[in-house]
């Protein structure tokens, strides 16, 4: 791999099922950006991340392993993506530590994650707080140039820019790259089956690894909305996997047949998720093989982590 190819980072917290809005929204550019060569790609399991939210060693283990099956499920390549978990690398915390000291606490209570669970009324945690910072330093500490991620993580790569610009003025260095979101806009937002954006926190998802009857029931029990000429939220999921001309005429076809246009879409999204769902069944039945990806990115982001951070230790004035 050359050293010259702009860096890709990016991760996802390994907190729950993962549903097609994960997948249209970020895992599959996660492929389609690593398989061309172009990028040198690090993807993680944010499972510091998670720990959050999620407190429980079982379900921590078991969650970690599904993700990283579902990434080599999904084309993932580790032989071209470095694919490790986050705290297997200590300097992500190390380095958030740092941005700690040069961040202030009114900065941080802007963010909109911070503000929405103010609002509602929940009790955050200091580690809930401080999110912004350990994705900064998991994005700055690879000189990442491009960061694929959903439109919701939009604030988080601005907050990672600025925490950038503000050491490098601080300590007078350049020791920080300015890293760019990549955001597919045509399906930044996928919508789950009541109509609002789907997520596993709402209970309105579609599984991106179910059996074609879990698909079946996500699908029957999308909200069908009668005021206008079609079933607006079947078609807006039914748009990942069809042109609008296409679609247009598919609709005209079976305009108020509701349970004909949800069947189609059954087809299309079983279709598309059938082959991924074999590869997945695959690794279940060969644990080794996460054990070896893991083990072999975590050497990998090690030996990269660790250089940019003497970098960072001796701009600071602690080496
Ligand atoms: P959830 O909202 O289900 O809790 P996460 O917050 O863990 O999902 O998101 C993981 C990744 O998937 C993020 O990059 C996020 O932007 C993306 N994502 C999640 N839900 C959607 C959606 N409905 N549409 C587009 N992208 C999504
Ligand atoms: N916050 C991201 C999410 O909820 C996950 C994440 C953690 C991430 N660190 C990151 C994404 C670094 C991109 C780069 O989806």
Request: with cysteine.
């Amino acid at each position: 791999m050359s050293e010259q190819k702009p860096v890709l980072v990016s991760g996802i917290k390994p907190t729950g099922e993962l549903h097609i809005g994960n997948y249209f929204g970020a895992m599959r550019q996660f492929v389609e950006l690593t398989n061309g060569g172009k990028y040198r790609p690090f993807i993680f399991v944010a499972d510091y991340h998670a720990l959050n939210t999620m407190q429980d060693a079982e379900e921590m283990r078991r969650r970690t392993r599904e993700l990283v099956m579902t990434y080599l499920a999904i084309g993932l390549d580790p032989k071209d993506v470095v694919l490790f978990k986050q705290s297997d690398v200590s300097a992500h915390t190390e380095l958030c530590w740092i941005f700690d000291t040069i961040t202030t606490m009114p900065y941080l209570q802007r963010a909109h994650a911070f503000k929405d669970a103010e609002a509602k009324n929940k009790e955050i945690s200091v580690g809930t707080f401080n999110y912004p910072m350990l994705m900064a330093a998991d994005i700055l500490l690879y000189d990442a140039d491009v960061v694929p991620v959903g439109a919701d993580q939009k604030q988080h790569i601005e907050i990672a820019r600025d925490t950038a610009e503000k050491f490098n003025r601080t300590f007078k260095t350049d020791v920080f790259k300015l890293p760019e979101p990549h955001i597919m806009p045509e399906v930044a937002v996928v919508p789950g089956t009541d109509g609002k954006k789907m997520s596993k926190s709402s209970g309105n998802v579609i599984p991106l690894f179910g059996s074609r009857d879990e698909i079946a029931k996500a699908v029957m029990s999308i909200v069908t909305d009668s005021s206008g000429d079609r079933p607006e939220n079947v078609y807006q999921i039914h748009r990942l996997f069809r042109s609008d001309v296409n679609l247009n005429a598919l609709y005209d076809e079976h305009r108020g047949n509701y349970k004909a246009l949800k069947e189609t879409l059954i087809e299309d999204l079983d279709r598309y998720l059938a082959p991924m769902r074999a590869k997945y069944e695959e690794l279940k039945e060969n644990p080794d093989i996460v054990e070896e990806v893991l083990e072999s990115g975590k050497r990998e982001a090690r030996a990269v982590s660790e250089t940019k951070m003497e970098q960072v230790r001796k701009a600071i004035g602690v080496a």
